[in-house]
């Protein structure tokens, strides 16, 4: 029975100190009368009221918030107390959200590389934001900027960016029959990256390097729009050849005078 009554003291004393905290509270106040305009000569001035104190709630009123509050903060504090003979039972900070700021100078690398992360996928959404943008522009002179972009959005660890970049350069493609694509986004480097996304493959994997099928698709779409993929030794130069200067003879072919030797013999 004795040793009963230190449990019970300790119990009143955290009971009367809540019962302290979650005293009834005073009334709020009602707003002050408004007051009468003052004229002076042709002025006339009209004194607004003070403010008043916002209205309480039912639990508030009560003495509910008052009461969890104290109980809460009573709990918090018998933990942390504890803690100097149980150290597991101390209260712990509350973990922050992964996007919060402070997390990309953690010493963590974990939580770093988390809040990286979380912070590029976050922006997925305003980068296809601005390469839908960007399609509506297309990759005119006035603009250099446009086809780099496009180009840098293929290469976005986010699917969804990829994807909407294959579509961009589809749309800024226009009509493959078209004789003058003047805002075509078709250059050597648009459509050789075009036909890496759509046909290459992993020679360590043996699998695709661009793992999304529909970006896959919509690369092939894209480059057909573009005229098919660059040949392999490069878009032939524009221009006179040596031989075409006028008073020059063209050199035949190997072929054509290996072919003249032999029927002359």
């Given at each position: 029975?004795?040793?009963i ?8 004393l ?13 009334a ?6 408004a007051q009468s ?5 042709q ?5 607004a009221?003070?403010?008043?104190a916002?209205?309480?709630?039912l639990p508030?009123f ?5 009461l ?6 009573a709990?918090?504090?018998g933990?942390?107390a ?17 996007s ?11 939580v770093?590389?988390?809040?990286d992360?979380?912070a ?19 990759c005119s ?13 293929l ?8 994807y ?18 003047q ?10 990256k ?5 046909y290459?493959?992993?020679e ?15 690369a092939?779409l ?11 030794g ?8 040596a031989?075409?200067?006028?008073g020059?003879?063209?050199?035949p072919?190997e ?11």
């Open positions: 029975m004795v040793s009554l230190p449990c019970v003291s300790a119990s009143a955290i009971a009367i100190t809540c019962l302290g905290c979650a005293s009834t509270p005073a709020p106040s009602t707003p002050a009368p305009p003052i004229t002076a000569g002025t006339t001035v009209v004194v009221p003070a403010a008043s916002p209205g309480q709630t508030e009560l003495g509910i918030t008052g969890l509050r104290a109980g809460g903060g709990v918090h504090c933990r942390n504890l803690g100097k003979y149980f150290p597991g039972v101390e209260a712990k900070p509350a973990p922050r959200a992964i919060d700021p402070a997390n990309l100078d953690s010493p963590s690398p974990a770093a590389a988390a809040a992360v979380k590029q996928e976050d922006g997925a959404a305003q980068k296809v934001k601005g390469i839908r943008y960007l399609a509506s522009v297309g002179g006035c603009y250099p900027d446009v086809e780099k972009a496009l180009l840098a959005s290469d976005d660890c986010t699917e969804e960016v990829r909407e970049g294959v579509k961009a350069l589809r749309e800024a493609a226009g009509d493959p029959c078209a004789r003058c694509q805002d075509s986004c078709c250059s050597p480097e648009v459509r050789k075009l036909r890496e996304i759509a290459e493959i992993d360590k994997t043996n699998c695709f390097k661009e793992p999304s099928a529909r970006v896959r698709r919509v092939r894209a480059l057909a729009n573009c005229g098919g993929p660059v040949p392999q490069g878009l032939p130069e524009e221009g006179p050849d031989n075409d200067q006028p020059t003879t063209p050199s072919p072929e054509h005078t290996a072919l003249t030797g032999t029927l002359e013999r």
